[in-house]
């Protein structure tokens, strides 16, 4: 068995398929095995020791890791279809959604896992591998109020931040559970996280409009406007309209972009085992197997950004499923 990505939906699965008794080896395109587990989820919520002993266990158990690994890239996807009974696809949901507004190339406006998980590499002495992002004495903006925004927000804090914003297009969302979320829907409520009482201004109903720029082509400011939501007819979208004279300038030297990811990267792995996606972008499945035989999916890359909870039983379940053919 081949698992591609090494996130936790495909490490439970690992650990489902060598329990059961199958041979299996997980490919990764990274130096470490472990997904946004490792270069994602901020190292001050999950330490890397415990992601290290849990691998050590799976290797030990027999699960073979195959890192700097990039399937559709430096190994051929088919090569590995060929090589084994079965393929299952893990590569998580990697492609940000993007801000596209005047001021969006300046330097220091970054996607926020360009960040977050160059943070993580260096509080673990590793790699950066890219330009070193840090926000000491910046005025940071976080665009997106969600959980990746929060995290920015915890990093730039221990940073050592000048000021720290957090912007969010959406209103602010209820203290409770409203009556159109019924349980055990995931209800949509105002979260403070820790990250959020180490500091930062938060607010809600935000336009992002344009970011300015110095004269070396570097951002310094950012321009924001209030809005308005409309109430939408059933089955239309809702939308919003700018609050007459509301528009201002805030001061922002570094700008992460915290806004959601769209869906797994097309190209690569996708491209070259002919996989077709859903309506979305994410991998088609019927009860995890692809429309290729014997290629499999699960976790973010089949259902969009999720929780690690949710990834672990997809894993699981896809497990479960491959060994049924
Ligand atoms: C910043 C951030 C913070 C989060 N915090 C939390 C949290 O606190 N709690 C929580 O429950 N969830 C959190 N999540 C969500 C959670 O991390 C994800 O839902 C989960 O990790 C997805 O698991 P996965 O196995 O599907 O994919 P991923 O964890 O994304 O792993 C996919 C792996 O596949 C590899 N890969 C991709 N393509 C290839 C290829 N072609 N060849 C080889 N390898 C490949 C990638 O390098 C990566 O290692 C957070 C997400 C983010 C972005």
Redesign the pocket.
């Known amino acids: 068995m081949a698992i ?7 490490l439970s699965a690992a650990e489902q398929l060598n329990s059961a008794g199958h041979s299996v080896t997980v ?4 130096e470490k095995v ?4 490792r270069f ?2 901020p190292d001050f ?1 999950l330490g890397m020791d415990i992601i290290d002993r849990k691998i050590n266990l799976m290797a030990e158990a027999g699960v073979e890791f195959v890192v700097n ?4 890239k430096d190994v051929n996807a088919q090569q590995i279809r060929q090589d084994y009974d079965v393929v299952l696809l ?3 949901s ?1 492609v940000p959604r993007d801000l596209p507004i005047p001021g969006r190339d300046l330097k220091g406006v970054h996607f ?2 360009e960040f ?1 998980g160059q943070n993580n590499r260096r509080a673990n002495n590793m790699d950066l591998k890219t330009e070193e992002i840090h926000a000491k004495d910046k005025h940071v903006v976080v665009i997106g109020g969600g ?2 925004g929060s ?1 920015c927000v915890g990093t730039s804090n221990r940073h050592g931040a000048k000021s720290i914003t957090q912007v969010e297009i959406m209103p602010i969302p209820p203290e409770k559970r409203p009556a159109n979320m019924p349980w055990p829907q995931y209800p949509m409520i105002m979260r403070t996280s820790t990250s959020h009482e180490e500091g930062c201004d938060r607010h809600w109903n935000i336009l992002t409009k344009e970011f300015i720029g110095d004269d070396d082509g570097k951002v310094k400011a950012l321009r924001i406007a209030d809005i308005v939501w409309k109430d939408a007819a059933p089955g239309e979208r809702p939308s919003f309209e700018e609050v007459a004279g509301s528009e201002r300038v805030i001061p922002c030297d570094q700008a992460f972009l915290a806004m959601g990811f769209l869906h797994p ?1 097309p190209h ?2 996708l491209a070259q085992l002919d996989v077709a996606l859903d309506d979305r972008g994410n991998v088609a499945t019927k009860d995890f197997q692809t429309n290729q035989k014997g290629v499999f999916a699960a ?3 089949r259902t969009g ?5 949710r ?1 672990i039983n997809e894993g699981r379940e896809c497990a479960r499923a491959s060994m049924n053919i």
């Open positions: 591609i990505g090494s996130g936790p939906a495909g490919f990764e395109r990274d472990g997904g946004l587990l994602g989820i919520k690994a990039h399937v559709g893990t590569g998580g990697t926020a896992m977050l959980d990746t995290d990267e690569g792995v976790g973010d890359m950004q999720s929780l690690v909870v990834c």
